[in-house]
């Protein structure tokens, strides 16, 4: 099933993590500050070092995708602070796949939250969340943009693992889309289904 989506790749992406992020933002101020704190609530401290974050998302990824693909697609790059996720952390990854490579990242909460809270921030990270390997090619992938009527040529073509579907991606953007004509298509990595599309409004 195709989702239309309104806007440029890019555009959608950022609209997303805002909103995701006002999310994040409200539950910060809201495990943060003591007086928000319901009596009695037993809380944990925040994280003290990237290891810390580091070794929570290792385990949440062995535990969803199982040690032994973990240990054999994953691996670590650094980990990214963001000015206005202040007690959100991102573990960076990179994942492999049949020759290509995508970039996963597991969002951590790294604040003071209720001991009943999950650390990992599952809606916010770009990671599958079940095994997947990359099937279809690049070549693979603008066969089926055409297929589904998006015209070359093409400014971007790119892998992704997109943040609301959890599958790896590749998106295919036309170059010099004229107004209300198909901009941009993700196409699912492993099996070719077309995720979402989006016309160009601009």
């Not at 597991?106 to 990270?125: C, F, T, Y």
């Not at 099937?135 to 892998?159: D, R, V």
Request: glycine share 6%.
């Amino acid at each position: 099933m195709i989702v239309s989506v309104v806007g440029v790749a890019l555009v959608c992406s950022v609209v997303v993590i805002l909103s995701e992020s006002g999310y994040v933002h409200s539950v910060s101020e809201e495990v943060s500050s003591p007086e928000n704190m319901p009596k009695g609530q037993v809380t944990l401290p925040a994280l003290t070092s990237h290891e810390e974050a580091i070794d929570l998302a290792d385990s949440f990824i062995k535990g969803t995708l199982g040690d032994e693909f973990f240990q054999n697609r994953f691996t670590f790059i650094r980990v990214d602070e963001r000015p206005d996720l202040s007690d959100t952390w991102f573990v960076v990854y990179q994942y492999l796949s049949n020759g290509y490579t995508v970039e996963m990242k597991i969002a951590v909460n790294a604040g003071r939250i209720p001991e009943d809270r999950p650390r990992i921030h599952v809606e916010l990270s770009f990671v599958i969340l079940e095994p997947l390997e990359i099937l279809i090619s690049e070549e693979k992938a603008m066969i089926i943009a055409q297929e589904n009527g998006l015209k070359p040529p093409y400014i971007k073509l790119t892998l992704s693992c997109e943040l609301e579907f959890h599958r790896i991606c590749w998106i295919v953007v036309k170059e010099d889309a004229e107004l209300g004509e198909l901009k941009g298509l993700a196409i699912d990595a492993e099996n070719g289904a077309v995720l979402a599309s989006w016309i160009n409004w601009f």
